[in-house]
């Protein structure tokens, strides 16, 4: 695969992560905590950029991983380091974000004090491991269909789609960022 279309590729992941991680933190906030609705993210659109970002992270730094077999004796630990590997990552990509929020907004959109092995109430034991979890199904059971249907676009739909949802993401953050703050 071609860097360009490398490119776009991992741009629809980030984008469909992106409102996959928007919808998730909605269905916790309107059907577990019974919060009612609320837009979940910083930005307009149904879609928290922070998952977009997890999933190419986790995408380029673990998926050569989890094709490999690493075994101890006949056990396969290669999952079991996987899911290691993406909570670590997804915990300071995390811990990262809430910063970065703090130094440009003045706060962050979460707050864990209320959770056990807590740090700051920007990170915590119980989140990171829901983001395990809910990392090893993207990445063993959605970035298939993903790739599949990544493969099944034109070029001209690839490109078509991946530029209007990149000019549609600036627009949202800048006006964000410049106009709103």
Known sequence: MGAFKKGQALFLYFMAYAV??????????????RWGFSNRGFLFGPYLPVYGFGAVIILLVLQPLKKKRIAIGKINVTPILVFLGIVALTTGLELLTSYIMEWTTGGWLWDYERFAWNFQGRIALNPSIRFGIGGMFFLYCVQPLLEKANGALTVKTRSLLSGSLFVLICVDFFYHIFLTV
Request: proline share 0%.
């Open 20 to 33: 996959i991680g928007w919808i998730y933190e909605v269905f916790l906030e309107v059907v577990v905590y």
